[in-house]
T-cell receptor
Framework: DQQVKQNSPSLSVQEGRISILNCDYT??????FLWYKKYPAEGPTFLIS?????DKNEDGRFTVFLNKSAKHLSLHIVPSQPGDSAVYFC???????????FGTGTRLKVLA | NAGVTQTPKFQVLKTGQSMTLQCAQD?????MYWYRQDPGMGLRLIYY???????DKGEVPNGYNVSRLNKREFSLRLESAAPSQTSVYFC?????????????FGSGTRLTVV
């Protein structure tokens, strides 16, 4: 039973345009959410986070939006760059559980 | 500052062999984790250790055991390897006082069981 779902396995975007990666979750107890980026042959690296008390968090070109009523979060990358080409994982956790549940990932390709 | 170090980076095992994957962190983190990554399955939690002296099962613990040797080290053991355990294994750690900062991951161990 997949509690965190990324329904788009892949996404291609032109350089300079916006990339939107989506993530849905089923567990209403989740209150922390993260996005990770992963390049081939490397471990995932932390990108941006949001807690359930917020609906938006920005860090440079990256913005995460959280819609608690829809149990949906999204990552916006503006403008997209070729170096953003990677697999992106969303992850969710409930405070006090000390663990994150990950989605299946979306492979983003930014075309020059 | 090495972060999270995993050894070995690559390993080929025969079915039924045993091995231990090693993980060490130098960030004084309290919590450590083992995940496996499989195509189309994302990252799935095998075992974790919220603090030194404790370990708990994750989503897919069958066929594995763990040891939190001290605050720095968390090892994953396959007692009798099976082809279904062919995967990329990632160790991660977190300070543990709040989850919002996210894990630090190692670079992974690619394991093939033939």
């Amino acid at each position: 039973d997949q509690q965190v779902k990324q329904n788009s396995p892949s996404l291609s975007v032109q350089e300079g345009r916006i990339s939107i990666l989506n993530c849905d979750y089923t567990n209403s107890m989740f209150d922390y959410f993260l996005w990770y980026k992963k390049y081939p042959a490397e471990g995932p690296t932390f990108l941006i986070s949001i807690s359930s008390i917020k609906d938006k968090n920005e860090d440079g070109r990256f913005t995460v939006f959280l819609n608690k009523s829809a149990k949906h979060l999204s990552l916006h990358i503006v403008p997209s760059q070729p170096g953003d080409s990677a697999v992106y994982f969303c992850a969710a956790s409930t405070s006090g559980t000390y663990k994150y549940i990950f989605g299946t990932g979306t492979r983003l390709k930014v075309l020059a | 500052n090495a972060g999270v170090t995993q050894t070995p980076k690559f390993q080929v095992l025969k079915t039924g062999q045993s091995m231990t994957l090693q993980c060490a962190q130098d960030m004084n983190h309290n919590s450590m984790y083992w995940y496996r990554q499989d195509p189309g399955m994302g990252l799935r939690l095998i075992y974790y250790s919220a603090s030194e002296g404790t370990t708990d099962k994750g989503e897919v613990p069958n066929g594995y055991n763990v040891s939190r040797l001290n605050k720095r080290e968390f090892s994953l053991r396959l007692e009798s390897a099976a082809p279904s355990q062919t995967s990329v294994y990632f160790c991660a750690s977190i300070l543990g006082q709040g989850l919002i900062e996210g894990y630090t991951f190692g670079s992974g161990t690619r394991l093939t069981v033939v």
